[in-house]
């Protein structure tokens, strides 16, 4: 486990130090026939209060996990079946309707055209399908995989800080 101080716990997955980075994944996912939530939010932006980084040329997605007053039929919102839902009464509940969204680094939901709320947002690495509908399952795997990591910032600046160097950082090799 790495404790990235205000994201939490995560798993290390794998430690590649070739390439200094480590993989890392929220310990909330689990694999099954239901969705289970990451414990964690994790934004790009967050990284910054880490002593790692993420690789500029690593593909990083968002996922946005939210509930939903009704049903979306827009292709971009994946239908996930939560874990451990529990309604209180046998009538039907506001947000009952659970959804992911995928976007880039920087995925905006502020013109969200539908009544939901935001229950998390997390990054992951893999998951490109090209011209396929993504599933409920498909978001699972990717979840599961987690994301990279690099320490090489906080490599170099230790390994520069003994010889009395700065430290330019430019993830192929230290300087």
Known sequence: ????????KYYVADINSDHSTIRVVDPGVKKGNCFSFPLHSFLYDDISSTPFRIKW?????????????GPISDGRY?????CNVTSSSSSPQPYNYFYA???GYY???NDQKYSCIIINSSLMTQFSKPGKVLSMSDLQEALLLGFNLSFLWFRCE??????????????RKIQ
Not at 1 to 8: H, I
Not at 57 to 69: A, D, G, Q, R
Not at 78 to 82: A, E, K, L
Not at 158 to 165: A, M
């Open 78 to 82: 994946i239908p996930i079946t939560p």
């Open 101 to 103: 969204l995928i976007g």
């Open 1 to 8: 486990m790495v404790n990235l101080e205000k994201q939490g």
């Open 107 to 109: 995925l905006q939901v």
């Open 158 to 171: 230790s390994e520069c800080h003994v010889k009395g160097l700065s430290c330019n950082v430019n993830y």
């Open 57 to 69: 040329e690593e593909v990083i997605y968002t996922t946005v996990l939210m509930k939903c007053e």
